[in-house]
């Protein structure tokens, strides 16, 4: 099935991956702690905070894997003459800018 899947894929050197895997699970714990000071009733301004901190680290991780994608699929797609990575960036970057 995986064989006529239009799926894009990217290899990743294991140093990003695991830098970006270990953002999403700081990323996920935080948004377990939010879950848990709900269920235990925390003030109002404390979850907003916890809010404020797992959005700024989920914007965190986004910035990071944009730079890797212009880096390597945009850059790489350039030198082969193609376009069509700028194009799908540019729709990425209206959905980040909305």
Known sequence: MAENC???KKYRE???ETDLVHRLNRIEGQIRGIRSM??????CVDILTQV???????????????????RT??????????EEKVEELLGVIQKFIK
């Open 6 to 8: 239009n799926c894009k």
């Open 14 to 16: 294991a140093a990003e």
């Open 38 to 43: 709900v269920e235990n009733d925390a003030y």
């Open 52 to 70: 404020s901190a797992a959005s700024a680290a989920l914007t965190a991780f986004s910035r990071e894997l944009l730079n890797s994608h212009v």
């Open 73 to 82: 699929c945009v850059v790489q797609d350039i030198k082969e003459g193609g």
